[in-house]
C-alpha cells in the first residue's frame, strides 16, 4: 500500500524508544504521525495515554493508531475497554496479518520491553500491507466482537 496514511500514537514511559522509532519509520515511508506521547521517560499512566489516542482516533481522519506500554498488554487491555476499539496485540507479523485481514483490528500495541522474534517496524508494515478480508464469515464475527461491548 502505497497511500499516505494517518497514525496516531501514544505510549508511556515504558516505550517511548519504541514508540520514537515506529513513528520514525512510519514518516520516513511517507505517512502522518500524530504523537500524543509521552517523550521522556518520565512516568505516566498506560491507561490515561491509551485512552488519550483511542479518543482522538474516535474522532475520525485516521486510518489506525498504535500504542505502547512496557509489555504492550496493560495498553491493549486499557485501549479494548473503549467502545470502538480492537486493538490488537501482535507477537509476529503474522499475528499482525490476521490482526487486520480477520479482525478490522484498528490499533495495534506493542512492549518496550519485549525482544519479539520480529521487528515491530515489520510487523506495522505488514499490518499496512495487508486487506480487511470480505468474507462474511470474518465481518461476522467482527460484528459479534463488537456487540460484546453493548453486552
Not at 519509520?25 to 506521547?37: A, I, Q, T
Not at 512492549?111 to 508494515?125: A, L
Amino acid at each position: 500500500m502505497s497511500n499516505k496514511l494517518r497514525i496516531v500514537m501514544a505510549n508511556d514511559h515504558g516505550a517511548t524508544e519504541l514508540t520514537r522509532e515506529l513513528k520514525d519509520y512510519l514518516e520516513s515511508k511517507g505517512h502522518e504521525v500524530v504523537w500524543l506521547g509521552t517523550q521522556t521517560n518520565d512516568s505516566v499512566d498506560y491507561p490515561d495515554q491509551a485512552e488519550k489516542a483511542c479518543r482522538e482516533f474516535l474522532k475520525g481522519s485516521y486510518d489506525f493508531g498504535i500504542l505502547c506500554c512496557g509489555t504492550g498488554i496493560g495498553i491493549s487491555i486499557s485501549a479494548n475497554k473503549i467502545h470502538g476499539i480492537r486493538c490488537a496485540l501482535p507477537q509476529n507479523c503474522y499475528a499482525a496479518q490476521m490482526a487486520k485481514e480477520h479482525n478490522n483490528a484498528n490499533f495495534l500495541a506493542f512492549g518496550g520491553r519485549i525482544d519479539y522474534p520480529e521487528s515491530p517496524t515489520s510487523m506495522v508494515q505488514t499490518f499496512i500491507d495487508t486487506a480487511v478480508s470480505p468474507e462474511p464469515r470474518h465481518r461476522n464475527r467482527e460484528a459479534k466482537m463488537m456487540a460484546l461491548e453493548k453486552a
